[in-house]
């Protein structure tokens, strides 16, 4: 199954989204990374459901989320920061 990692504690995930959760999810993605684009803001990126390593101990997954300036392959690592002055 999916799981959270919180202060070193295990989390079952919820089941899957719901088909509505994940329509509303593209469109709010879709959104914002359209704007992102607009304003030409290359080092940020929308993202859904992407682990991000808060540390050794608490991993978690949002399911709407933008990242700036995070050149990780496989799971985010950075904490979030407001990069884009334009946006």
């Known amino acids: 199954g999916n799981w959270e990692l919180i202060e070193g504690y295990p989390i079952s995930m919820a089941p899957a989204a719901t088909k509505k959760h994940q329509i509303i999810s593209r ?9 992102l684009d607009k304003n030409d803001c ?7 459901e992407v682990d991000w390593k808060v540390d050794n101990q608490t991993v978690v997954r949002p399911d709407v989320l933008v990242v700036c300036n995070d050149n990780s392959t496989n799971y985010l690592i950075k904490t979030p920061k407001n990069y ?3 946006y």
């Open 42 to 48: 290359k080092e940020c990126e929308a993202f859904y």
């Open 84 to 86: 884009c002055r334009n």
């Open 27 to 35: 469109e709010i993605i879709f959104q914002l990374q359209s704007n």
